[in-house]
């Protein structure tokens, strides 16, 4: 109906159509709002900005750091997911086997054990026992970072020993 044909209606028809159109229209403008923002929320639930990229073959992913001892004795522990495509890089000072606790974790993890900027090798499919602290998990060989990622991740990327592992820092990160 075009707004020539909306006057020429009688008075009771405007009435009724006119609010009715507003309605709508602001009913529209809510749902569109508010789908914007919790598609928004859930995008950055629980992904804290990223402090560097991690590029490895033809991935590049955002990773948060753990740096100090307390942020790599918590790890992902206690956390609900890591989404795809994201992870968390351990940097160490010194080159030495390393020892992960499963402890807290309720998800499962790809866990990359990494020395001098290559992949020294890969534990896949790292399985968290819920209400357990789960397995321990131990470097085969001296690293100096390590890289957590979701479940499946490495894989799916085509991830391997030997593979170079470039990092990009965040400004203000190390």
Do not use: Y
């Not at 020294?120 to 131990?138: C, K």
């Not at 479940?151 to 085509?158: E, T």
């Amino acid at each position: 109906m075009t707004s020539i044909d909306l006057l020429k209606t009688s008075k009771t028809h405007r009435v009724f159509r006119l609010p009715l159109l507003s309605l709508i229209l602001r009913l529209s403008a809510v749902l569109i709002l508010s789908g914007c923002g919790e598609t928004a929320a859930r995008f950055n639930q629980g992904q804290p900005d990223a402090k560097a990229w991690v590029s490895i073959g033809h991935s590049r992913i955002p990773v948060e750091l753990a740096l100090t001892p307390e942020e790599q004795r918590l790890g992902l522990g206690e956390r609900d997911t890591l989404s795809w495509g994201h992870g968390l890089l351990f940097v160490f000072d010194q080159p030495n086997f390393r020892r992960f606790w499963m402890k807290g974790m309720r998800f499962d993890i790809d866990i990359i054990w990494i020395r001098d900027g290559r992949i020294s090798s890969i534990a896949r499919d790292v399985r968290h026992v819920l209400g357990e602290n789960g397995p321990t998990v131990m470097s085969s060989e001296l690293v100096d970072q390590v890289l957590e990622v979701p479940a499946g991740f490495s894989q799916s990327q085509g991830w391997r020993k030997g593979q170079k592992v470039r990092i990009e820092w965040a400004q203000g990160s190390p």
